[in-house]
């Protein structure tokens, strides 16, 4: 069964820092790996779609790389605004089955 | 652009009560998910359904039924409320079985 760790589980960083939030999967076989955001009391949005093909995916200041043989993936965020203070979770599809699972969350928060 | 739509936002019940949730989405998506969301147990699906016509266990099914009767539906039932219930209900949709999946912003439901 595909387990999906999400470490730290909360990070507090002064604005304008760099940071990567860490995911790893137990299982190798995955199809894709998806991060998202969720914001207190709210649904999740969707950040980055990396395929099992993938090392990397871009989007702004986002940046989510993928090594699928040592079961990780990485969530870098450049300089950091207190905007981006969040939830922010992993998922994976893994080659079998129709169901994302999800990690736990790092939520960030982003003092000014 | 809706995209995925939850109705209602915040319901509360009594134990033994029976409600529908509704799960809207514009993007002809043909796969869509009921997930659920408690503190320490992250996402877990409860259903799925790949198409028209179609549902399929998850996770944690027990307790709850589904059914798509049109594409752009998905309504989750819960027959016979129980306090263990009480969660944040999640509806996602995705194009294909590997492509990008949208979420709605949640229903919150407390069983009394």
């Known amino acids: 069964k595909q387990e999906v760790t999400q470490i730290p589980a909360a990070l507090s960083v002064p604005e304008g820092e760099n940071l990567v939030l860490n995911c790893s999967f137990t299982?190798?076989?995955?199809?894709?790996l998806q991060w998202f955001r969720q914001d207190p009391g709210k649904g999740l949005t969707s950040l980055l779609l990396i395929q099992s093909s993938q090392r990397e995916q871009t989007s702004g200041r986002l940046n989510a790389s993928l090594d699928k043989s040592s079961g990780r993936s990485t969530l870098y965020i450049a300089a950091s605004q207190p905007g981006d203070s969040a939830t922010y979770l992993c998922?994976?599809?893994?080659?079998?089955?129709?169901?994302?699972?999800f990690g736990g969350g790092t939520r960030l928060m982003v003092k000014p | 652009n809706a995209g995925v739509t939850q109705t209602p936002k915040f319901r509360v019940l009594k134990t033994g009560q029976s409600m529908t949730l509704l799960c809207a989405q514009d993007m002809n998506h043909e796969y869509m998910y009921w997930y659920r969301q408690d503190p320490g147990m992250g996402l877990r699906l409860i259903h799925y359904?790949?198409?028209?016509?179609?549902?399929a266990k998850g996770e944690v099914p027990d307790g709850y039924n589904v059914s798509r009767l049109k594409k752009q539906n998905f309504l989750l039932g819960l027959e016979s409320a129980a306090p263990s219930q009480t969660s944040v209900y999640f509806c996602a949709s995705s194009y294909s079985i590997g492509a990008e999946a949208f979420f709605g912003q949640g229903t919150r439901l407390t069983v009394v």
């Open positions: 359904s790949v198409g028209e016509g179609t549902t």
């Open positions: 998922a994976v599809k893994n080659n079998a089955g129709n169901m994302l699972t």
């Open positions: 299982d190798s076989a995955i199809y894709n």
